[in-house]
């Protein structure tokens, strides 16, 4: 896997909200729903700020994605105020990714709240094969370039953060092994 599919649309508000742009359990229906329409891996990022809709295809998708994400949004919001950008490639979304990262260090509470978003929908899509191992590469190296410039807020929060959610993983793979070894064991008579 190289990643060369990754692609991403962002649907930013020009400002901050106190509310995200669409409901939790509607971004949790896109995304399903996205995944059906492109047949293949897709990861909502839902907050304050906006949306990111990462997905795996060797096709563009962004304006059938733009429409849908139109159609879920609440609908009093005026989509002047909104900002939409495309990354077809790697290197694009990467970029996009980085940016949105450094772009929240200025604002510790903002930044530690995207950390928390991404840990959430990390530990959502545990079972993602494409889209999460490049977003998690994605992260983690920007993490390591923040503390290496000493610019990174809520250090010890993060990685607080980042050990829950290891340790969640592996609770999960201790559990997952279990019920295979007693699935093996019922069907081995």
């Not at 692609?7 to 971004?27: E, G, T």
């Not at 879920?72 to 990467?94: G, P, W």
Request: charged fraction near 25%.
């Amino acid at each position: 896997m190289n990643g060369e599919g990754i692609k991403s649309v962002s649907v930013m508000s020009k400002r901050l909200r106190k509310r995200l742009l669409m409901p939790s359990v509607v971004a949790d229906t896109l995304q399903s729903f996205l995944s059906q329409l492109i047949h293949n891996e897709v990861v909502v990022v839902n907050s304050r700020v906006g949306i990111d809709i990462y997905y795996y295809s060797g096709k563009n998708y962004s304006q059938q994605i733009v429409d849908n994400v139109r159609d879920c949004i609440d609908a009093s919001m005026d989509m002047s105020r909104l900002h939409i950008s495309y990354c077809i490639n790697r290197k694009e979304v990467y970029e996009r990714f980085c940016y949105v990262l450094q772009s929240f260090v200025h604002y510790p509470q903002l930044f530690l709240a995207y950390i928390k978003k991404l840990v959430n929908v990390k530990e959502k899509n545990r079972e993602g094969v494409y889209v999460m191992p490049i977003l998690n590469a994605f992260f983690e190296e920007n993490l390591r370039l923040l503390l290496t410039d000493k610019t990174l807020p809520h250090y010890s929060k993060v990685e607080a953060l980042k050990q829950k959610s290891h340790l969640l993983n592996s609770q999960d793979q201790i559990i997952r092994n279990l019920v295979y070894e007693i699935l093996l064991k019922k069907y081995s008579n």
